[in-house]
């Protein structure tokens, strides 16, 4: 079945030690996004691909990073983990960008990242 | 800025029963998308139902329907005939017609626990 996976599931990293979350998907979507999700709090966006055309939110912190080498995958790099980055990290895609009828985005199971 | 808010952190319903979900959001643009959607425990968001604001026929997805109401800026979620299966964290989001900037991504709701009690 075509979907969205994220690895690892679950990631344990120390304070400052880079970390890297990966995602991959089989739609072909050219949209990919990463969401934040903290404990009790609603999923908010970080950033964004539009095929190779990178969309940075105003208020993601430079701490973290994204790339995509290609259509399929795309990582969420950050450098120096705080205590305060401990979340879920979601995936997910759309086929465009546009927001017309059916293109909903899709999501991975995330990775909840722990930070000690 | 967009924002969307879901009141009822947790709600309980009895097998079989009718429960609704209350969601209310903020925005000053006339076009934009509303959805819900559900997050069952260690398993991936998926859309259960999605309105477009500019439709006033209120969307119906099998036992999920939603109430519309465009100038409260009103949008809940009803599930009938409530089935174990239901039981996860539901999310009100908005989204924007526009595209670019932070238009593409998905505004969210904190989330409404639902449990089905058999």
């Known amino acids: 079945d075509a979907m969205v996976i994220q690895n690892p599931r679950y990631q344990v990293t120390q304070f400052g030690k880079p970390v890297t979350l990966s995602c991959s998907q089989t739609?072909?979507?050219?949209?990919m996004y990463w969401y934040q999700q903290k404990s009790s709090q609603a999923p908010k966006l970080l950033f964004h691909?539009?095929?190779?055309?990178?969309?940075n939110e105003a208020d993601t912190p430079d701490n973290f990073q994204s790339r995509r080498p290609n259509t399929s995958f795309c990582f969420l790099d950050i450098r120096s983990p705080g205590l305060g980055d401990a979340a879920m990290y979601l995936c997910?895609?759309?086929?465009?960008?546009?927001?017309?009828?059916?293109?909903?985005?899709?999501f991975g199971p995330g990775t909840r990242l722990t930070v000690l | 800025a967009q924002t969307v808010t879901q009141s009822q952190p947790e709600m309980s319903v009895q097998e079989a029963e009718t429960v609704t979900l209350s969601c209310t959001y903020d925005?000053?643009?006339?076009?934009?998308?509303l959805f819900w959607y559900k997050q069952p425990p260690s398993r991936q968001m998926i859309l259960v139902i999605r309105?477009?604001?500019?439709?006033?026929q209120n969307a119906t997805e099998n036992r999920f329907s939603v109430n519309f109401q465009k100038a409260a800026k009103s949008f809940s979620l009803k599930i009938s005939d409530s089935q174990l299966g239901d039981a996860a964290m539901y999310f009100c989001?908005?989204?924007?017609?526009?595209?670019?900037?932070?238009?593409?991504?998905?505004?969210f709701g904190k989330g409404t626990h639902l449990i089905i009690q058999p």
């Open positions: 925005t000053s643009e006339s076009d934009y998308y």
């Open positions: 691909y539009y095929d190779k055309d990178f969309n």
């Open positions: 989001a908005y989204r924007s017609a526009h595209t670019g900037g932070g238009a593409d991504g998905l505004t």
């Open positions: 309105q477009e604001a500019y439709k006033q």
């Open positions: 739609l072909n979507h050219n949209v």
């Open positions: 997910a895609t759309s086929r465009t960008r546009f927001a017309s009828d059916y293109n909903e985005q899709f």
